[in-house]
């Protein structure tokens, strides 16, 4: 292995090495690590204008990476995560979070209540989190001493080098934070954030966590501003620090007075906040979230544009490009969405443009929607969007009734509706969903039949029909 981190051997030939391998994890286990197994350097690459933005990577070893996984297994296997955390957890994943902060949001909305929000974001965590705190984080959670030296040894000895346009710079000593880009880091992170403000912590649908960036709801501007001063002082107690600049509070109310941090700085506060890829908008509808996700599918579309505009390939292989790339990001999140028919063409006139654009047509050559889609193999967005949605109705109702995504789905808030005809909700589409498809709540239960019964396929040409 060369200082660099690279290795010689290729990583399908490791293998061969599996013997040696299960020496050196022995050895590893008594908390000795041998010098060519981590004989690595953290690098950067050469810093942009703006000094805070950069991170190191540090390069690991083939074989480092399979100890890190095992001993990432160990250690999960220890350690409960509290339900607050959906980041980097088995049967967790943004959606969830998507889903609980717009089912709050849009319950809130339909008895007339109002909504508070903090999207607190971390500076810098992975590399403020002081390595003191993580290892009295860890035998605070009961881990044994001997994995507790295992990783202090990983940590050991850690330097980093940048790379600038004058070559590579010196080494320096890196004596805090966690290493980017290692299997390990990530379970590390959120063990330790979920230990050191666990009194803090009310579960969800009131405060959600997706690794260091935080969601806090509230029924009033008090309690909310109480629990943003609450949070920064426990984490400013473990060396953590708010990013003045990303944190934004939001209201569904709108205006009233400025949320300040402990030290009377005035928080941003918006209309909209992109939530883990998802835009929430302050008075519960889902516009704002349909416009950003069609622009992120045009950003796809252009960086994909040189094989979706190439002459040369073929129509099914371009929709094939389509369906992988491009209309993932379009849909993304979209099964918490209650959409209305103005959103359903939105999305639709958005596809039909790129589907067009890429058998080289538009309108004035008079070729039917149908038969464009024909050709691309690809099926019409609303019908994605419908399997999608009941995709999920089906995950969340087979979830126990105390997952978090199912009270969320279930929870009732008190008050009055107002005067008028309600919103939309995210339930009332999916019944309708339900309807059309002739299926019912029971059906849901049988993970298989529903499948069946929900799943659209995108059309098949003759060749691949036989």
């Not at 297994?73 to 607050?84: F, G, K, N, T, Y």
């Not at 929000?117 to 605070?140: C, G, H, I, N, S």
Request: proline share 5%.
């Amino acid at each position: 292995m060369e200082e660099n981190g690279s290795q010689s051997a290729d990583p399908p030939k490791r293998r061969h090495a599996a013997p040696g391998l299960v020496k050196k994890f022995s050895s590893l286990q008594v908390s000795h690590y041998p010098v060519l197994l981590f004989a690595n350097t953290d690098t950067e690459e050469q810093p942009p204008s703006v000094v805070w933005k950069t991170r190191g990577i540090k390069l690991i070893a083939h074989t480092m990476k399979i100890y890190e996984r095992l001993l990432d297994m160990r250690l999960r296997e220890m350690v409960e995560i509290s339900p607050d955390q959906f980041g980097f957890v088995p049967e967790r994943s943004t959606i969830d979070a998507i889903f609980i902060a717009r089912q709050l949001m849009e319950k809130y909305r339909e008895k007339n209540k109002p909504c508070h929000l903090a999207f607190l974001d971390l500076e810098k965590a992975y590399d403020r989190l002081p390595r003191t705190v993580l290892w009295e984080v860890m035998r605070e959670r009961g881990i044994p001493e001997c994995m507790v030296r295992t990783v202090q040894v990983m940590y050991d000895g850690s330097t980093a080098r940048v790379r600038t346009s004058h070559g590579m710079t010196s080494k320096f000593d890196i004596t805090v934070g966690v290493h980017q880009g290692s299997a390990l880091s990530p379970f590390l992170f959120i063990m330790t954030l979920d230990t050191v403000v666990k009194h803090l912590l009310e579960g969800p649908p009131s405060t959600l966590l997706y690794a260091d960036d935080v969601a806090l709801i509230a029924d009033s501007r008090a309690e909310l501003q109480l629990k943003i001063q609450k949070w920064q002082t426990a984490l400013a107690d473990a060396g953590f620090k708010l990013n003045l600049k990303k944190t934004e509070v939001m209201s569904s109310i709108g205006g009233g007075d400025a949320m300040l941090d402990e030290n009377g700085t005035a928080f941003t506060q918006t209309e909209e906040f992109q939530y883990l890829g998802s835009v929430l908008s302050a008075d519960g509808t889902v516009d704002a979230a349909v416009r950003g996700r069609i622009a992120c599918a045009w950003l796809k579309w252009r960086e994909s544009t040189g094989i979706l505009c190439d002459r040369r390939c073929s129509r099914v292989l371009k929709g094939k490009i389509y369906r992988t790339v491009v209309r993932p990001a379009m849909m993304y999140g979209s099964e918490c969405w209650p959409v209305t028919k103005a959103h359903e063409r939105m999305l639709n006139t958005a596809e039909m443009r790129m589907l067009r654009w890429a058998c080289g047509l538009t309108r004035r050559d008079k070729v039917r929607n149908e038969d464009i889609r024909a050709l691309m193999q690809t099926a019409p967005i609303q019908q994605k969007l419908r399997a999608q949605r009941l995709r999920w109705f089906g995950h969340v109702i087979r979830r126990s009734p105390l997952h978090p995504t199912r009270k969320a789905m279930e929870m009732e808030v008190s008050g009055k509706r107002p005067r008028g005809a309600p919103k939309k909700r995210w339930k009332d589409t999916v019944s309708k969903d339900m309807r059309e498809l002739g299926v019912t709540k029971d059906d849901a239960q049988d993970r298989d039949l529903w499948r069946r019964r929900t799943k659209t396929a995108d059309p098949a040409n003759a060749r691949d029909k036989r």
